[in-house]
């Protein structure tokens, strides 16, 4: 079974700039989570989709917003780029993503993305 | 909010044990163990539920203290493959922790031969 995909691996931008990451589920799996990783925060989360529609979000700015598709493929976008964006952008599927069933996520690689 | 993790950073050489710990001021539903090696995915390790329940790595164990909010991941007899960042995430089990892991900010063993 494939894992969970993510592209591009890497990305560079220039401060104000827009960039969408992309995710591929692993097949089956309805629920996908964004986190952002930096070396002094560690793993934050940023939101969850479950059949096209968020059910949680985290402590972000607007500037970052995604999307799942009925596919359960999702994006993220980032508009107005600043140069604290820079960081690896992981996504992971699960199931379902609900309490009740034992929500084990599986992660994919990441995005790195470098903000200039 | 964020768990806190400890201790931040271990050195073992091969063959030696080590516990990381994980604490949440908030109730919890569940905790999940990750590993990451540099530049990798995170990988799944461990799951504990409230109630005792644990899925998980075979030479790997956690314990999971309800009461007290804690949990504990316990390596034995470690392997140069167990280097890398292990991080605690935890879900919550009232409104606005739901569908969400927190996670730690991580604990970096590093293994030597």
């Known amino acids: 079974k494939a894992g969970v995909t993510q592209t591009p691996r890497y990305l560079i931008k220039t401060r104000g700039q827009q960039v969408t990451l992309s995710c591929s589920p692993i097949?089956?799996?309805?629920?996908v989570s964004w986190y952002q990783q930096t070396p002094g925060q560690g793993l934050q989360f940023l939101f969850e989709?479950?059949?096209?529609?968020?059910?949680n979000k985290g402590n972000f700015p607007g500037r970052f917003s995604g999307r799942q598709f009925s596919n359960s493929r999702s994006e993220m976008n980032v508009s107005t780029l600043e140069l604290g964006d820079s960081a690896l952008y992981l996504c992971?599927?699960?199931?379902?993503?609900?309490?009740?069933?034992?929500?084990?996520?599986?992660f994919g690689a990441g995005t790195r993305l470098s903000v200039l | 909010q964020q768990p806190v993790q400890s201790p931040q950073a271990v050195i073992l050489r091969e063959g030696e044990d080590a516990v990381i710990n994980c604490s949440s001021s908030?109730?919890?539903?569940?905790v999940h163990w990750y590993r990451q090696k540099h530049g990798e995915a995170p990988v799944f390790l461990m799951i504990?539920?409230?109630?005792?329940e644990q899925k998980g790595h075979e030479k790997i164990s956690a314990s999971f203290n309800e009461k007290k909010q804690q949990s504990s991941l316990y390596l034995t007899a470690s392997q140069l493959s167990y280097s890398g960042t292990y991080f605690c995430?935890?879900?919550?089990?009232?409104?606005?922790?739901?569908?969400?892991?927190?996670f730690g900010k991580g604990t970096l063993l590093t293994v030597n031969p």
């Open positions: 908030k109730a919890l539903y569940s």
């Open positions: 097949s089956g799996h309805r629920s």
């Open positions: 992971a599927s699960s199931l379902v993503g609900s309490l009740l069933a034992k929500n084990i996520q599986y």
């Open positions: 995430g935890t879900e919550g089990n009232s409104g606005g922790s739901n569908y969400k892991l927190t």
């Open positions: 504990l539920l409230k109630g005792g």
């Open positions: 989709y479950f059949s096209e529609t968020q059910r």
